[in-house]
């Protein structure tokens, strides 16, 4: 199947979710040709640097869409990388080059009982899992911000429990999120997992589930997102390795 042709979408507006979350609308000419109903796709970025002639491509989550635009959240650090410094940047008309949209990731809903875990960079992901599962589901959201204040209200059924940790500093304990999920009681019957986050933290979450739990292969999406101290290009190479490795 043919990738989608990139299109050029403008900003409509951003705005602070939370003091490390900003929102970027984008719309404008192209965005008839994005397709419906793409929530929790992946989408690429792509950007020109001055003096080079290789676009710089990041990979970001549809958070909300809306007929004529769609909304995607920026962790900002204080070392801002090109596409967190673009969004802090953006003005209304400001145009950006979308590839995509990619695969939507989602639990599976059929199953008895849901455990979803991932830090900021995985919250729009996590956002949309919780809002279209079941209004009886039941199970754990584990979700690391980098300050109490990035705890953001989120629609969930009732029988989720959220659990915030937080970590001012993202990627320096590997052992955060896995040493919570240890804790967790385990619920009966068939998971459906979902895991994303800093490829440390990512690998050990799965030798926890795979290995510990016996999580069946089908029953688990985990992923890393980014690895601290490496560009979105070094992380594509090592998580390549890592999968090559698991025979993924």
């Known amino acids: ?7 050029t979408l403008q900003v409509i507006s951003s705005h602070l979710v ?7 609308t984008l719309g404008g000419g192209e965005i008839d040709s994005f397709p419906r109903d793409q929530e929790s796709a992946y989408i690429k970025l792509m950007f ?3 003096g080079s002639d290789k676009d710089l491509v990041r990979t970001y989550t549809v958070r909300q869409q809306r007929a004529d635009q ?9 070392d801002a990388g090109p596409a967190s410094q673009w969004a802090k940047d953006a003005k209304p008309g400001d145009s950006i080059v979308i590839g995509g949209p990619g695969p939507k990731k989602l639990v599976d809903n059929s199953a008895d009982w849901f455990l979803v875990i991932g830090d900021m960079t995985a919250l729009p992901a996590i956002s949309v899992n919780l809002e279209q599962m079941h209004a009886d589901a039941k199970g754990h959201a584990i979700i690391e911000v980098i300050d109490e204040r990035d705890i953001q209200p989120l ?14 500093h993202p990627g320096e304990n590997s052992q955060l999120l896995v040493d919570h999920v240890r804790q967790l009681e385990w619920l009966p019957g068939r998971p459906s997992i979902w895991a994303a986050c800093e490829f440390s933290g990512m690998r050990a979450l799965r030798q926890h589930l795979k290995q510990e ?11 890393s997102y980014w690895k601290l101290g490496s560009s979105e290009d ?3 190479a090592v998580k390549r390795e890592d999968a090559d490795a698991q025979g993924d």
Do not use: C
């Open 1 to 7: 199947m043919a990738r989608p042709a990139p299109r």
């Open 18 to 24: 939370t003091p490390h979350m900003l929102r970027v």
């Open 48 to 50: 020109s640097p001055p």
């Open 70 to 78: 769609f909304d995607v959240d920026f962790v900002l650090h204080e």
């Open 155 to 168: 629609r969930h059924p009732a029988g989720i429990e959220l659990h915030w940790l937080i970590n001012p």
């Open 213 to 223: 739990r016996q999580v069946d292969r089908k029953d688990l999406y985990i992923s």
């Open 234 to 236: 070094q992380h594509k």
